[in-house]
Each structure stands twice: as structure tokens, then as C-alpha cells.
């Protein structure tokens, strides 16, 4: 069945970065978009990245919340099955909980309601 599973997270300092890392399995990683979103305390899930199924690396196969660019950039590796998100100059605001998500599809969105499977999550804590 499909999985994902997300690691990387972890406290980090304001002003430090982090590389999440999306492990897949159970279904045609080539195939399916991912999406990368996160979940503050108290408040809703929402998008942060996402990249097309075909694309690895491709800076027109991707699309970022406005609050993602220039912090955040998606990355996929279909050899490996696994995509990433790189966290940049974080701040406490970013402090969240950070899933990634997956659905047969080629062109990517972030909206929630677009994707089918989740990942467990894994918490970023940005704190000094």
C-alpha cells in the first residue's frame, strides 16, 4: 500500500536550516506528485511546496506558497524514491509540524483536498 515517511525534523536555532526528507513506497513514485505542508500550533494544515511527478529539480515543475519563497525549496529524486524539502533561514513562526503528501497525478497544487495519502509528519521546532 502507498506509505510515506517523513524524517529530518528537529529543533533548530533561528536563523539555521533543515532538509526533510519524504521516503515512498507501495505504488509508481515517477507517477505521483508531492506536496510538502505544515501545521502550527493551533492553526490549520496549509501548503508549502509542491513539484510535479515528472520533474526533479525543474524550477518550472514547482509551486510555493508566498511565504515559501526564499525559505523553502522542494526536491524530488525518483531513483531514490524520496523527496525533500530544504528549510532555510527558519524563524520561531515556522515552528510546525511538517507533512508530506502524495496523488496520482503529473501537474502539481497545494491544495489539502487535492492529495490522497499522508505521511505521519515530523515536527520542526525552531527555538533558541
Known amino acids: 500500500q502507498v506509505q510515506l515517511v517523513e524524517s529530518g525534523g528537529g529543533l533548530v536555532q533561528p536563523g539555521g536550516s533543515l532538509r526533510l526528507s519524504c521516503a515512498a513506497s507501495g505504488f509508481d513514485f515517477d507517477k505521483y506528485i508531492i506536496g510538502w505542508f505544515r501545521q502550527a500550533p493551533g492553526k490549520e494544515r496549509e501548503g508549502v511546496s509542491c513539484?510535479?511527478?515528472?520533474?526533479?529539480?525543474?524550477?518550472?515543475?514547482?509551486r510555493d506558497a508566498d511565504f515559501a519563497k526564499g525559505r523553502f525549496n522542494i526536491s524530488r529524486d525518483n531513483g531514490k524514491r524520496t523527496a525533500y524539502l530544504h528549510l532555510y533561514n527558519l524563524v520561531p513562526e515556522y515552528t510546525a509540524v511538517y507533512y508530506c503528501?502524495?496523488?496520482?497525478?503529473?501537474?502539481?497544487?497545494?491544495?489539502?483536498?487535492?492529495?490522497?495519502?499522508w505521511g505521519q509528519g515530523t515536527q520542526v521546532p525552531v527555538s533558541s
Open positions: 513539484i510535479d511527478s515528472h520533474d526533479v529539480n525543474a524550477e518550472d515543475g514547482t
Open positions: 503528501a502524495t496523488v496520482f497525478r503529473w501537474y502539481c497544487e497545494l491544495g489539502l483536498n487535492e492529495y490522497s495519502f
